[in-house]
């Protein structure tokens, strides 16, 4: 049976699952985007953050799925990478759209979404993506996810929109104020991931009337902009990964049920469904 290792990557971390016969080992190193790093520096984070933990074994076969990994200069560019430092093994790479598709439908057709930092949607034949909704990314689009979330609740507080209890709740839990958040915003880098930290205050103050309201709304907007646009949606279940989807997986589940539409799996994160593919 051979060796597999299995990548799934986004720009903050990599999950890396190691199958050896029955044995399951999962590492992590950090996010390897082709947008942000030369192949060198893949290179060289795969060398010095996997391969110690690995323990000397070596894979037959890697299939990487990573963010940025749609367009064919980045995908040559990872697997230049990764075969510099697994030379005799196939090396398989795609975009982690695809590792969400095939980790929630397996080789059945569907819709598949992540909402995580970012979001994003497809229609899937159980082979191969047919439809994406395009991913406008977080100035433009990301409907629905941590950093479109984050933002209403940063607008909420800036523009004083929450009530008394709601302001409190906000200074005791982040402790900052306009100038810090807008300097963040528009002059550090990485704004998505400081706007995406916001979105831990909805989950925390689940049941105010205008935190329920701002969940909703962005998933509402999820589903007119995306899912509304697969004629698919409407007769195939509708599938979720990433952290977003999965801690208010019970909205989710409102929003299909009041639209009719068929909810399927909601999954933290896809490594467990492309185990069981990959198997």
Same mark, same amino acid.
Request: glycine content about 8%; aromatic content about 14%; charged content about 25%.
């Given at each position: 049976?051979? $060796?597999?290792?299995i990548? /799934?990557?986004?720009s903050?971390?990599?999950? *890396?699952?190691?199958?050896?016969?029955?044995?399951?080992?999962?590492?992590?190193?950090?996010?390897?985007?082709?947008?942000?790093?030369?192949?060198?520096?893949?290179e060289? $984070?795969?060398?010095?953050?996997?391969?110690?933990?690995?323990?000397?074994?070596?894979?037959?076969? $890697?299939?990487?799925?990573?963010?940025?990994?749609?367009n064919?200069?980045?995908?040559?560019?990872?697997?230049?990478?990764?075969?510099?430092?697994?030379?005799?093994?196939d090396?398989?790479? /795609?975009?982690?759209?695809?590792?969400?598709?095939?980790?929630?439908?397996? +080789?059945?057709?569907?819709?598949?979404?992540?909402? !995580?930092?970012g979001? +994003?949607?497809?229609?899937?034949?159980g082979?191969? =993506? =047919?439809?994406?909704?395009? %991913?406008?990314?977080?100035?433009?689009?990301?409907? %629905?996810? !941590?950093?479109?979330?984050?933002?209403?609740?940063?607008q909420?507080?800036?523009?004083?929109?929450?009530?008394?209890?709601?302001?409190?709740?906000?200074?005791?839990?982040f402790?900052? #104020?306009?100038?810090? $958040?807008?300097?963040a915003?528009?002059?550090k880098?990485?704004?998505?991931?400081?706007?995406?930290?916001?979105?831990i205050?909805?989950?925390? #103050?689940? %049941?105010?009337?205008?935190? &329920?309201?701002?969940? &909703? /709304? %962005?998933?509402?907007?999820?589903?007119?902009n995306h899912?509304?646009?697969?004629?698919?949606? *409407?007769?195939?279940?509708i +599938?979720?990964?990433?952290?977003?989807?999965?801690g208010?997986r019970?909205?989710?589940? /409102?929003?299909?049920?009041?639209? &009719?539409?068929?909810? !399927?799996?909601?999954?933290?994160?896809?490594?467990?469904?492309?185990?069981?593919?990959?198997?």
């Amino acid at each position: 049976m051979p $060796i597999k290792l299995i990548a /799934d990557s986004g720009s903050t971390k990599t999950e *890396w699952c190691l199958l050896n016969g029955t044995s399951a080992k999962t590492f992590y190193t950090q996010g390897l985007s082709p947008y942000f790093l030369s192949a060198e520096q893949i290179e060289y $984070i795969i060398t010095e953050e996997l391969k110690p933990k690995m323990k000397k074994v070596e894979p037959d076969e $890697i299939f990487f799925y990573g963010t940025g990994c749609s367009n064919a200069e980045n995908v040559k560019l990872v697997k230049k990478a990764i075969q510099k430092v697994f030379a005799d093994a196939d090396v398989s790479v /795609d975009h982690d759209l695809m590792g969400a598709a095939k980790a929630l439908c397996g +080789n059945e057709k569907g819709v598949a979404c992540i909402l !995580g930092t970012g979001s +994003n949607s497809c229609y899937y034949n159980g082979k191969k =993506i =047919i439809k994406n909704s395009p %991913g406008l990314g977080y100035v433009l689009g990301d409907e %629905g996810s !941590g950093a479109y979330l984050g933002r209403k609740v940063i607008q909420y507080f800036l523009y004083n929109t929450f009530d008394g209890d709601l302001m409190d709740r906000f200074h005791a839990k982040f402790n900052t #104020n306009s100038d810090e $958040i807008l300097t963040a915003v528009y002059k550090k880098p990485l704004p998505n991931r400081y706007l995406a930290s916001f979105a831990i205050f909805l989950a925390e #103050n689940r %049941g105010h009337y205008m935190v &329920e309201n701002i969940i &909703e /709304d %962005g998933f509402n907007d999820f589903f007119f902009n995306h899912i509304y646009k697969y004629r698919e949606s *409407w007769t195939l279940p509708i +599938n979720f990964t990433g952290s977003v989807a999965y801690g208010f997986r019970d909205v989710l589940k /409102d929003l299909c049920s009041s639209y &009719e539409l068929e909810l !399927g799996k909601v999954i933290k994160k896809p490594m467990d469904g492309l185990v069981k593919f990959h198997r």
